[in-house]
């Protein structure tokens, strides 16, 4: 079969995964930092799945994308290197998992470079990738993430 596909590829697959920790909580309700349990279950993420995604994707030869907020990537440097040092994207994806929707333009600009240089300063690479916090993008998204 010919194609755009090196080889016989018939199929392309994209795997992704949201490393979003404790941000999306603590995005919602600070408070939430004083419920254990949830913090707990939040952790659970970067600190257990993380790792074990990492070794089912090297068992096959395959690589991925990782989104990681950059509250995230500054609480699990360490994960965030790991990730990067096996050869897989670590994209952008918020700060505080903030949906872009829910700030203004300055907010965003703000959000857009803190993720980019906490990304860029563990990785010692430019993220290229981008996946908006909760799927909301806001009507400045596509002009800035260009910029």
């Given amino acids: 079969m010919s194609g755009i596909w090196p080889g016989e590829t018939q199929c ?4 992704g995964f949201d490393v ?3 941000s999306s909580w603590l995005n919602r309700d600070p ?3 004083d419920h254990p349990s949830l913090m707990s279950m939040a952790e659970y993420g970067p600190s257990i799945a993380t790792p074990r995604i990492l070794e089912l994707l090297d068992a096959h030869s395959i690589q991925a994308s990782f989104y990681v907020p950059g509250y995230v990537a500054e609480t699990h440097v360490e994960m965030v290197k790991e990730i990067a040092n096996r050869g897989h994207e670590i994209a952008h994806h918020g700060y505080m998992h903030e949906p872009p929707s829910s700030l203004t333009r300055d907010q965003e600009i703000e959000v857009i470079e803190s993720g980019i240089r906490i990304l860029r300063n ?3 690479e430019q993220p290229q990738g981008y996946r908006s916090p909760s799927w909301e993008l806001s009507e400045h ?3 800035l993430l260009t910029d």
């Fill in 12 to 15: 392309v697959v994209l795997l």
């Fill in 20 to 22: 979003d920790g404790v």
């Fill in 31 to 33: 408070s939430f930092e």
């Fill in 122 to 124: 563990i990785t010692g």
């Fill in 141 to 143: 998204s596509l002009e």
